[in-house]
């Protein structure tokens, strides 16, 4: 098979008939191969049924629907787990991105040698209230991953089969995709400039400005696994080393003034008699401790067995 076409979504009823016949005309127009794998992310809209009804159409789709709600990130990992494609494509369900743009992907793929190709909407039809902010957050991801990319989050993308099958999307690490296969090896990402459509149904379902938080936070995540994910005492035992070593010097030089003060019977006043000093020492150490509670969290996230294990009420 040459292409698998992934796409997930939610509560997307009145796109999915126009995008599947899209679909189809592209691969048949260019005689490819091909599966389509929708994954109803628990959609509450009639959703299921239609792909139930177009699969009757068209044979190439396949489906599977989750119980409840899960997010981008576990409906891009149950798909890539049941592709077969040798070249697998993500799309979203809101016709904003277009068909037309698989068969360059692919070429890129397949003839230029990437590992993987993210689209760049370059010209967006978003409020600024989104293009903003957009704009910073690639910045921080490019900065902190080392790829020049401009769209970490573009939901068009192309990939070898092998980077699917060596890549873990959980959370929201759909972000971060080009990371991910950074860091399991996959060197040779690029982009391509690709059309971005202006919504014509119903309106997104990917809102909220926690969003942008909840990224920065993944990509915190995904930089100290990456840098010390395997070793991690390579951080913690320096940092602790270090402080235990300030604190000792501390402690002396505060013993040493106090002696010497009492020696020359002066009152010599301390930084420790100041409330503040407090203050500030029990907020480093408690956002130590957190910081240290979260990465330990994440490591035993890492490891549960149910991590990526999601209820599928249905498949296709």
């Given amino acids: 098979m040459d292409i698998s076409v992934v796409i997930p979504l939610y509560n997307e009823e009145e796109s999915l008939p126009e995008l599947s016949a899209w679909i189809k005309r592209v ?62 494509i993500t799309l979203d369900a809101d016709l904003q991105d277009s068909p037309d743009e698989i068969p360059a992907l692919y070429k890129m793929i397949t003839e230029d040698g990437y590992d993987l190709v993210s689209g760049w909407k370059k010209k967006r039809y978003d409020p600024i209230s989104k293009t903003i902010p957009t704009k910073l957050f690639n910045a921080t991801a490019r900065m902190v991953s080392g790829i020049k990319l401009h769209d970490f ?42 059309q971005h459509r202006s919504r014509k149904y119903g309106k997104t379902k990917f809102g909220g400005i926690s969003r942008f938080f909840n990224g920065y936070l993944d990509l915190m995540v995904l930089w100290f696994l990456s840098a010390f994910g395997r070793k991690p005492m390579h951080f913690f035992g320096v940092l602790g080393t270090l402080m235990f070593f ?44 957190l910081f240290l509670a979260g990465f330990l969290g994440e490591m035993i996230s890492r490891n549960a067995s149910e991590r990526n294990s999601y209820k599928i009420e249905d498949e296709i």
């Fill in 246 to 289: 300030v604190g000792l010097i501390a402690v002396i030089l505060v013993g040493a003034s106090k002696l010497y003060a009492i020696s020359k019977g002066v009152a010599h006043p301390l930084v420790t008699t100041s409330p503040y000093f407090y203050i500030s020492l029990t907020t480093m150490l408690l956002g130590t401790q």
């Fill in 27 to 88: 691969m048949d127009d260019n005689g490819f191969s091909y599966e389509i794998f929708f994954v109803d992310d628990g959609s509450t809209d009639d959703s299921w049924n239609i792909i139930t009804t177009l699969k009757e159409q068209y044979p190439e789709i396949r489906a599977i629907r989750f119980r409840r709600n899960y997010g981008k990130s576990p409906a891009l990992y149950s798909a890539f787990q049941r592709v077969e494609g040798d070249v697998v």
């Fill in 153 to 194: 989050n573009s939901g068009i993308k192309a990939y070898k089969k092998a980077v699917v099958k060596n890549i873990e999307v959980y959370n929201d690490m759909h972000r971060y995709i080009p990371y991910l296969a950074k860091n399991a090896g996959f060197k040779r990402i690029g982009e391509k400039v690709v």
